[in-house]
């Protein structure tokens, strides 16, 4: 048993993924040995409906200075973050001299909208190699986690925001009072909160249990948002479902009673309802459904290998790391993973130790399957890789469906 991070409540897991390392630990092989590892296990919280990690490693060991995700790697997310910040900027932002805060602000994929249109901003990002790059191309960006404490420095410096904007962070937060809080603080009276990350009804229906990994210690619903938002006297105004990482969920909050409430809102929390996100059950269906999930992939790759075919994974995603280690799938049966970041190259994949190259090396020698781990970004890469498909070389795919391609 332990306690609902957000509402105390007693909570049980109700599936283990058994040890699991840093999603984004990629490591050279001399620290194999030190390599850390912690038990991952999930609960859904019967009183508040978030489902959370019991255990989740401390954030400077997660975010620092070298943090192997770069926001900027894909093209379609570039210009997702674009249409964001249009969005916010047209609805929302009306106020002379506005000023816009977001957390999580990566390498400045969503601020430079707001740079180029001359709007004050302010990123908040603690791993500093990607800060760095964000502050190269001229965003104003420091490197701390924000809290409440860090709202109030802020508004000492900058005033008071028009908008809070955040993107797959608000979900890696374990000490999410600090900071609603912080964001109530910061917050004009009309101001708004706009945040995204994968949304909890996408996981369950599409299985896609990778995005359960270490940073991930919440899986957010409209539920479960309204309910920690309401313990701050803030309110979900608005719901906006988005394809990005295979299925988010866009939430916009104001303070209570400062803007009307779409039925967008109530829609989804219907869909939710019907969905059974608030049942004991259906947590025990899914757990059901990760394995057979898992035994399923894992029997591919064994058949293939009984072929004698060569299999590399595409993309060394943070959620290939729940998929390598939970499916026990190490380089016997993939060969190499490819990636296009350069700090993950030459390193190991945390916890299996499957070599990680560049993905000019997939190109030179084509195998005969890749095993595609950004799923998320499937049309962006199936259509970049159009020769390798003429080649009658083949996708194995596990979301939405598990199967050849
Ligand atoms: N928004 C970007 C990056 C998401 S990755 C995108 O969607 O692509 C999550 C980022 O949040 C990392 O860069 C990490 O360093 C940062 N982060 C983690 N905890 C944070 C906190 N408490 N405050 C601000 N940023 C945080
Ligand atoms: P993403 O799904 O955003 O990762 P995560 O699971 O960590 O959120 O995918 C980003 C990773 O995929 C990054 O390591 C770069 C890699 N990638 C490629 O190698 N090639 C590509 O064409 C794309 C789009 C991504
Ligand atoms: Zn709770």
Redesign the pocket.
């Known amino acids: 048993m332990s306690k609902c991070l957000v509402c105390q409540n007693e909570i049980s897991p109700f599936i283990s993924f058994g040890k699991m390392p840093l999603a984004n630990g990629f490591l050279t092989q001399d620290q194999f040995k030190e390599e850390y590892f912690f038990e991952m296990k999930v609960a859904h919280c019967s009183k508040c409906n978030m489902v959370q990690l019991t255990e989740q490693p401390t954030?400077e060991l997660?975010?620092n200075e070298h943090?192997a995700?770069y926001?900027g790697t894909s093209r379609a997310?570039d210009q997702h973050?674009e249409q964001f910040a249009q969005h916010v900027i047209s609805d929302y932002i009306n106020s002379d001299n506005p000023f816009v805060v977001?957390?999580?602000?990566?390498d400045g994929?969503?601020l430079k909208n707001f740079k180029k249109a001359n709007i004050r901003h302010l990123g908040?990002?603690?791993?500093e190699n990607?800060a760095a790059v964000a502050r190269g191309n001229g965003i104003n960006t420091i490197s701390?986690?924000?809290?409440k404490e860090l709202a109030e420095e802020i508004i000492k410096e900058y005033g008071k925001a028009d908008a809070f904007l955040?993107?797959?962070?608000m979900c890696?937060?374990p000490y999410m009072h600090s900071?609603v809080d912080g964001i109530k603080t910061l917050l004009k009276p009309n101001g708004i909160v706009m945040f995204e990350d994968p949304y909890w009804g996408d996981v369950i229906e599409k299985v896609s249990y990778d995005q359960i990994y270490d940073?991930h210690v919440f899986l957010f619903s409209v539920q479960s948002i309204k309910y920690l938002f309401e313990q701050h006297d803030m309110e979900v105004v608005d719901v906006e479902p988005q394809e990005t990482h295979g299925g988010s969920m866009r939430y916009v909050i104001a303070h209570k009673g400062a803007r009307k409430i779409s039925e967008n809102v109530h829609k989804q929390i219907k869909k939710e309802i019907a969905l059974g996100l608030h049942l004991p059950e259906t947590y025990v269906t899914f757990k059901k459904n990760c394995e057979a999930s898992r035994d399923k992939l894992k029997s591919i790759l064994v058949q293939l290998k009984n072929e004698g075919k060569r299999v590399v994974g595409y993309a060394a995603t943070s959620k290939s790391t729940t998929i390598l280690n939970y499916c026990d799938i190490g380089s016997d049966l993939i060969e190499f993973i490819c990636d296009t970041t350069p700090i993950k190259q030459g390193k190991y994949s945390p916890g299996k130790h499957v070599p990680i190259k560049p993905y000019e090396e997939f190109k030179k020698d084509y195998p005969d399957y890749a095993l595609l781990f950004a799923y998320n970004h499937a049309k962006e890469i199936l259509a970049k890789e159009e020769e390798f498909k003429k080649m009658n070389k083949k996708w194995i795919m596990y979301v939405p469906k598990i199967g050849i391609k």
């Open positions: 954030k997660m975010f943090y995700f926001s997310m973050f977001e957390i999580g602000s990566n994929i969503m908040i990002e603690p791993s990607v701390k986690f924000f809290n955040a993107a797959n962070v890696h937060i900071v940073e």
